[in-house]
C-alpha cells in the first residue's frame, strides 16, 4: 500500500502495508517489505506507482505484480472488504494522557530520537524492529502508535494490524505536532526536514 498516511487511514486493503511515498520510500520498504512475496501497488495515480516501482527496484525488491486500478475507490465499489486506522490529533493524545486513560503508547522513533524526548510511559519499540517486537505488546489493549510526523507510526501500525491488533491508533502529526501544540517537550531531531525519498542527508 504506497499512498499518504491519512488517506491509508481513511480505507485499505486489509493486511496492507502503510508506507509514504513522501517519507524515505526506499529505505522503509527495505526494512518492511518481505523480499519473498508479490507485491501489489495501491497508490492515488499511475505515475506514482511508476514511481514507486524504481524505488523497489533499487533496494532489490523486484516482485511486483502491478498496481490497483482506479485505487481503493475502486475496491471499494466492488463490494471488497477494507480496514481503518483511526488517526488521532495532538489535542485526543494530551487528554488521553492526562486523564490517564488506560492505553499503550509506542514511539517507533529511532532510539536517538527517543532519548532526545518522548511522552512519559511511551514505549519505544522502532518501527523496522516492530515485525518482530510486535509480540511484546498486548494485541487486546487499545494501542497508541506515534512518530515524528505520523509517518511511520502509520507504518507501524498497520503491522500490529497485520498481527491481529483489533484496537489501533495513529497519531495525525507525531510528536512534531505534539510538541508544536504546547503538550510534549522538544524533540530537535523531529524538527529536521524530511527529505524526497532516497536522499541521504549529510549534517555538517
Same mark, same amino acid.
Given at each position: 500500500?504506497?499512498?499518504?498516511?491519512?488517506?491509508?487511514?481513511?480505507?485499505?486493503?486489509?493486511?496492507?502495508?502503510?508506507?509514504?511515498?513522501?517519507?524515505?520510500?526506499?529505505?522503509?520498504?527495505?526494512?518492511?517489505?518481505?523480499?519473498?512475496?508479490?507485491?501489489?501497488?495501491?497508490?492515488?495515480?499511475?505515475?506514482?506507482?511508476?514511481?514507486?516501482?524504481?524505488?523497489?527496484?533499487?533496494?532489490?525488491?523486484?516482485?511486483?505484480? $502491478? @498496481?490497483? =486500478?482506479?485505487?481503493?475507490? *475502486?475496491?471499494? !465499489?466492488? &463490494?471488497?472488504?477494507?480496514?481503518?486506522?483511526?488517526?488521532?490529533?495532538?489535542?485526543?493524545?494530551?487528554?488521553?494522557?492526562?486523564?490517564?486513560?488506560?492505553?499503550?503508547?509506542?514511539?517507533?522513533?529511532?532510539?536517538?530520537?527517543?532519548?532526545?524526548?518522548?511522552?512519559?510511559?511511551?514505549?519505544?519499540?522502532?518501527?523496522?524492529?516492530?515485525?518482530?517486537?510486535?509480540?511484546?505488546?498486548?494485541?487486546?489493549?487499545?494501542?497508541?502508535?506515534?512518530?515524528?510526523?505520523?509517518?511511520?507510526?502509520?507504518?507501524?501500525?498497520?503491522?500490529?494490524?497485520?498481527? $491481529? @491488533?483489533? =484496537?489501533?491508533?495513529?497519531? *495525525?502529526?507525531? !510528536?512534531? &505536532?505534539?510538541?508544536?501544540?504546547?503538550?510534549?517537550?522538544?524533540?530537535?531531531?523531529?524538527?529536521?526536514?524530511?527529505?524526497?525519498?532516497?536522499?541521504?542527508?549529510?549534517?555538517?
Amino acid at each position: 500500500m504506497i499512498c499518504c498516511y491519512e488517506a491509508f487511514g481513511g480505507r485499505h486493503i486489509p493486511g496492507a502495508y502503510s508506507i509514504d511515498l513522501n517519507s524515505n520510500f526506499a529505505t522503509f520498504s527495505g526494512w518492511l517489505l518481505p523480499s519473498d512475496k508479490d507485491i501489489l501497488l495501491v497508490t492515488d495515480t499511475q505515475t506514482n506507482a511508476s514511481e514507486a516501482v524504481v524505488w523497489l527496484h533499487r533496494v532489490g525488491l523486484d516482485r511486483i505484480v $502491478g @498496481f490497483l =486500478d482506479g485505487g481503493m475507490h *475502486s475496491w471499494s !465499489m466492488k &463490494g471488497l472488504p477494507t480496514e481503518h486506522l483511526c488517526q488521532i490529533s495532538s489535542l485526543e493524545l494530551d487528554n488521553m494522557v492526562r486523564d490517564d486513560e488506560d492505553f499503550i503508547l509506542v514511539d517507533v522513533r529511532a532510539v536517538s530520537e527517543f532519548n532526545g524526548g518522548h511522552i512519559q510511559n511511551a514505549i519505544n519499540i522502532p518501527v523496522h524492529e516492530l515485525r518482530d517486537s510486535y509480540n511484546e505488546l498486548d494485541p487486546d489493549a487499545k494501542t497508541v502508535v506515534i512518530c515524528g510526523s505520523g509517518q511511520r507510526s502509520s507504518m507501524g501500525a498497520s503491522i500490529l494490524q497485520q498481527k $491481529g @491488533f483489533s =484496537d489501533v491508533h495513529n497519531v *495525525s502529526g507525531g !510528536m512534531t &505536532g505534539y510538541n508544536a501544540a504546547g503538550f510534549g517537550p522538544d524533540c530537535p531531531l523531529c524538527a529536521l526536514p524530511w527529505l524526497p525519498s532516497g536522499k541521504v542527508r549529510k549534517d555538517s
